[in-house]
């Protein structure tokens, strides 16, 4: 048995998709329902920035066909404090602005970090212990995306397959890769994208990452990807693998062209 894999776009509104992905003068108004039904999943960055209502959260669910999710990049607020076992107050602003309103469409709740952020693991560890399960009834499922050296180490891992939240892995050439398996899903971010390429990856790059994706949805890792820990137990789970960054003009091609090879 294999879980489901999702493949999708950070974000739905850009300007150089219109055109390029959007059809020409597709309304503007209209691009989640277009994007949405392109794709699997969209990772929305504009909830690390600002807070929407709940009617905002329910219009998307609505706007978006059956099976969609909705990957929601954590505040900036809850991420960036000196002291991270202190973010309690804003993580419950951020789980309680509404977000419920997706229901099922709600996929997983994206925690990113600095650059800067180094791992210390005693704050780390009260922070993952305020990430609530779930929030009026719903569900939640929580992922952290780091960005500094020293978390790749087991003691990281150990902390993260303690509290079942997922680390992601992310394909940068800017950044570290933690390809350690962790929750009871698997979370990818593609960021090295390149323009000069219509899908933004190769075609034998894509076919690498599919065949990726399938393992991680089978339950087993890959063993391209580079662990700081012993494997995590193999179980089926559910797999979300975003194309964001790099080349962004190429992100829903690329999504797209990986979605037909898991087809």
């Known amino acids: 048995m294999t879980n489901p894999i999702r493949v999708g776009i950070g974000g739905w509104t850009y300007e150089p998709w219109r055109g ?5 003068k597709w309304p503007i108004k ?20 600002s807070s929407f209502k709940p009617a905002t959260f329910a219009n998307w669910r609505d706007t978006a066909p059956d099976g969609f ?10 991420v960036t404090r000196k002291v991270l076992a202190e973010a309690d107050d804003s993580i419950a602003r951020f789980i309680g602005q509404g977000i419920v309103e997706l229901g099922d469409k709600l996929g997983p709740i994206l925690w990113q970090f600095a650059a800067t952020r180094r791992f210390a693991a005693d704050d780390f560890a009260a922070f993952l212990a ?9 569900a939640l499922r929580h992922a952290v995306h780091v ?6 180490t087991p003691d990281f891992v150990a902390l993260c397959r ?12 800017d950044y570290p890769a933690i390809g350690d398996v962790s929750g ?4 990818l971010r593609l960021e090295d994208a390149r323009e000069d390429k219509p899908t933004g990856y190769a075609p034998e790059a894509l076919d690498r990452w599919a065949e990726a994706a399938r393992l991680l949805a089978s339950g087993t890792t890959p063993a391209t990807l580079p662990c700081a820990a012993d494997p995590a137990p193999v179980r089926p789970r559910d797999t979300f ?19 037909e090879r898991l087809t």
């Open 162 to 173: 303690a509290a079942g939240v997922a680390i992601v892995y992310a394909d940068s050439a």
């Open 130 to 138: 305020l990430l609530p399960s779930a929030h009026e009834g719903l």
């Open 69 to 78: 999710v909705f990957a929601l990049k954590a505040s900036r607020y809850c």
């Open 241 to 259: 693998v975003f194309m964001i960054n790099g080349a962004k003009v190429r992100a829903p091609h690329a999504a797209m062209a990986l979605i």
């Open 184 to 187: 009871d899903f698997a979370y």
């Open 147 to 152: 960005r500094h050296d020293s978390f790749f």
């Open 30 to 49: 209209r691009e989640l329902e277009y994007a949405s039904r392109h794709v699997s999943a969209i990772e929305v960055n504009g909830t690390f920035y």
């Open 20 to 24: 390029s992905f959007y059809p020409p």
